[in-house]
């Protein structure tokens, strides 16, 4: 069973860091592309970032581009996403997702960043 | 980047009912078009793929259409397990992006 499990959410200040971390189960992790994408509060789901399989490509969306880094772990089954300068609006549910170029087959639950003072 | 405009926003219906949402590319997209299920403190669940493919193990009742600029996603037969938002996305080109979304109720 596929199983992706987000962890390291929190209450972070303004301008603060967070690295989110995603354990992958129940398939051969290094053989898909992974991604981030995040739900704001009352908001609809925005894509945030890809990674291929040896981290061969790296996409972001503009709203994050420079700010976040995601990276992978093949020998550790994990996905990371390192978010620096956070905003307000970068308050959300961000949720770990497998799936080649867009495609998002499976998801995990998501784990909560609050961005406030 | 591509737009996509989903509607309705909300929408209450019975049990039983056939229910229709609609999403709009703002340039032709192909077939590159997913539909997700989410449902509140649960992973959002892959329904629908390349606009009318069903995913394995969802009920047949959840159907797609469409190509181009518009499609179309139907629940012939409306079940209260039903209720979640629902929501399009393309994938044809980045930045990937997400229609609005749609909160289905049961009236």
């Not at chain 1, 199983?3 to 971390?21: D, F, I, M, T």
């Not at chain 1, 093949?74 to 867009?102: F, I, W």
């Amino acid at each position: 069973e596929v199983q992706l499990v987000e962890s390291g959410g929190g209450l972070v200040k303004p301008g603060g860091s967070l690295r989110l971390s995603c354990a992958a189960s129940g398939f051969t992790f290094s053989a898909y592309s992974m991604n981030w994408v995040r739900q704001a509060p009352g908001k609809g789901l925005e894509w945030v970032s890809s990674i291929g399989l040896s981290s061969t490509y790296i996409y972001y969306a503009d709203s994050v581009e420079g700010r976040f880094i995601i990276s992978r772990d093949n020998a550790k089954n994990s996905l990371y996403l390192q978010m620096n300068s956070l905003r307000a609006e970068d308050t959300a549910v961000y949720y770990c997702a497998r799936g080649p170029d867009g495609f998002f087959n499976y998801w995990g639950q998501g784990t909560l960043v609050t961005v406030s003072s | 980047d591509i737009q996509m405009t989903q509607s309705p926003s909300s929408l209450s219906a019975s049990v039983g009912d056939r229910v229709t949402i609609t999403c709009q590319a703002s340039q032709d997209i192909t077939n590159f078009l997913n539909w997700y299920q989410l449902k509140p403190g649960k992973a959002p669940k892959l329904l629908i793929y390349d606009a009318s493919n069903l995913e394995t193990g969802v009920p047949s009742r959840f159907s797609g259409s469409g190509s181009g600029t518009d499609f179309t996603f139907t629940i012939s037969s409306l079940q209260p397990e039903d209720i979640a938002t629902y929501y399009c996305q393309q994938y044809d080109n980045l930045p990937y992006s997400f229609g609005q979304g749609t909160k289905l109720e049961i009236k």
